[in-house]
């Protein structure tokens, strides 16, 4: 954009054509195959994320090396990355000025661009009612973390055992965090009460764990939005990755 604003100061190019081409540095589109919006980092406060279910093998492939040849000074988010289709990219996208940063559980991958390290911007915590529900936290986590901030984890302290949860949320109050990322599977109820002992925002994140009637997670969801704790935001079934990206923009409007 520097470049194309010089262009004009210096009457190379008039106004029209630096419209065009600052419009046009904003979507880089890949043979027709995706239109990845390069500037929605600088417009909404976090860059876009590949998806990665339900697209063809050499789709993604693609996708990522036209990312990586555009020269982008931004770190290229991918979620919901199964292990094996992980180990195929690693092996067709080897780039030794590159770090591929995988979280298993998460099923999150970084492709590293830029390593530059930051102090972060606040302390966010995230707890899971059980074990079952680590792989949906571990997505949010890493975006927290991705979004420069600190992400405090604390698993498996389900209303199952209550007696588990208050020393954690005792020690994530102490902590400073400033917003919490509850997951829940099964009834639901946990985030209900998180939000009944905080006074800082609670995103509830419904998980797919679950049988019988909760089967898919549908359970948890209309458990959490019918909460009688008021003031909880309740994302999709499944969605670490919305519930972290709300939660940055919490901090980040401070």
């Not at 830029?114 to 302390?123: G, S």
């Not at 019988?212 to 969801?221: F, H, K």
């Amino acid at each position: 954009m520097r470049e194309i604003l010089e262009k004009l100061i210096n009457e190379e190019i008039d106004i029209k054509t630096a419209e065009n081409l600052i419009k046009s540095k904003n979507i880089m589109e890949f043979d027709e195959i995706a239109k990845f919006d390069s500037n929605r980092q600088n417009r909404t406060g976090f860059p876009e994320a590949v998806f990665a279910p339900s697209k063809d093998y050499d789709d993604l492939l693609l996708i990522c090396k036209k990312y990586i040849e555009s020269e982008t000074s931004q770190n290229l988010i991918i979620t919901k990355l199964d292990n094996e289709t992980y180990e195929k990219l690693m092996f067709d996208l080897y780039f030794s000025d590159l770090t591929f940063d995988y979280n298993k559980k998460g099923q999150v991958l970084v492709i590293r661009v830029n390593d530059k390290k930051t102090e972060p911007l606040a302390k966010i915590g995230i707890i899971t009612a059980g074990t079952s529900d680590i792989n949906i936290a571990e997505e949010a986590k890493v975006i927290v973390e991705e979004g420069g901030c600190e992400a405090i984890t604390s698993y498996d302290i389900g209303v199952a055992g209550i007696h588990r949860l208050f020393p954690q949320i005792a020690h994530m109050i102490k902590e400073g965090v400033e917003v919490l990322i509850v997951c829940a599977g099964m009834e639901g109820a946990l985030p209900s009460v998180v939000a009944g002992l905080v006074d800082i925002p609670v995103i509830a994140v419904p998980t797919s764990v679950g049988y019988g009637v909760g089967e898919g997670g549908r359970v948890a969801l209309d458990s959490m939005l019918q909460s009688c704790a008021p003031g909880i935001a309740v994302v999709n079934i499944d969605n670490g990755f919305g519930a972290a990206v709300f939660a940055l923009s919490i901090v980040k409007s401070r």
